[in-house]
């Protein structure tokens, strides 16, 4: 699987995604030497791929490293429940823990989502494409809508190694 983002812009309303149900997961347990097109190979490899909205892998920046987990958002509560079938308890070889797949707490839904990061400072200039979030259309990525304020430097995360 390979990624091509397309610099055109999706609107928010578009019929790629239902509002007021249940759509966004997190997946944990990911490698953190992963980037997100490992993750969203192993997407593409489960079937899931024209499923997904929206993909983020935070990171520590001065590492590279991935924090473990994914937030994911999908085209339905249906399509979500079918992806936490296909990827919860996943277990890949030489992985020593399965990928553990949850309902999202404190976010859910592309327009909540879109919200929370187009303005984060994980879309500083500064901060590497693969390192922000992606929104996809019948499997195509997309790069969120422009910030509506300025952008700060992000601050560095301690790095426990």
């Given at each position: 699987?390979?990624?091509?983002?397309?610099?055109?812009?999706?609107?928010?309303?578009?019929?790629c995604?239902?509002?007021?149900?249940?759509?966004?997961?997190?997946?944990?347990?990911?490698?953190e030497?992963?980037?997100?097109?490992?993750?969203?190979?192993?997407?593409?490899?489960?079937g899931?791929?024209?499923?997904?909205?929206?993909?983020?892998?935070p990171?520590?920046?001065?590492?590279?490293?991935?924090?473990?987990?994914?937030?994911?958002?999908?085209?339905?509560?249906?399509?979500?429940?079918?992806?936490?079938?296909?990827?919860?308890?996943?277990?890949?070889?030489?992985?020593?823990?399965?990928?553990?797949?949850?309902?999202?707490?404190?976010?859910q839904?592309l327009?909540?989502?879109?919200?929370?990061?187009?303005?984060n400072?994980?879309?500083?200039?500064?901060?590497?494409?693969?390192?922000?979030?992606?929104?996809?259309?019948?499997?195509?990525?997309?790069?969120?809508?422009?910030?509506?304020?300025?952008?700060?430097?992000?601050?560095?995360?301690?790095?426990?190694?």
């Amino acid at each position: 699987y390979t990624l091509h983002i397309s610099d055109a812009r999706w609107p928010m309303a578009s019929s790629c995604h239902k509002y007021k149900e249940l759509t966004t997961v997190v997946v944990r347990h990911l490698p953190e030497s992963w980037s997100i097109q490992d993750f969203l190979s192993v997407i593409w490899w489960k079937g899931c791929a024209l499923d997904i909205t929206f993909v983020h892998m935070p990171a520590h920046y001065s590492t590279e490293l991935t924090l473990g987990y994914a937030i994911v958002d999908l085209v339905s509560q249906a399509h979500g429940q079918e992806f936490i079938h296909h990827i919860h308890g996943l277990r890949l070889p030489n992985q020593e823990k399965s990928f553990a797949v949850e309902w999202c707490r404190d976010h859910q839904g592309l327009e909540v989502l879109v919200r929370r990061f187009r303005n984060n400072n994980v879309m500083h200039q500064s901060v590497p494409d693969h390192h922000r979030p992606l929104m996809f259309c019948d499997g195509v990525a997309t790069r969120l809508p422009p910030p509506t304020r300025e952008i700060f430097f992000p601050k560095p995360r301690a790095v426990h190694l």
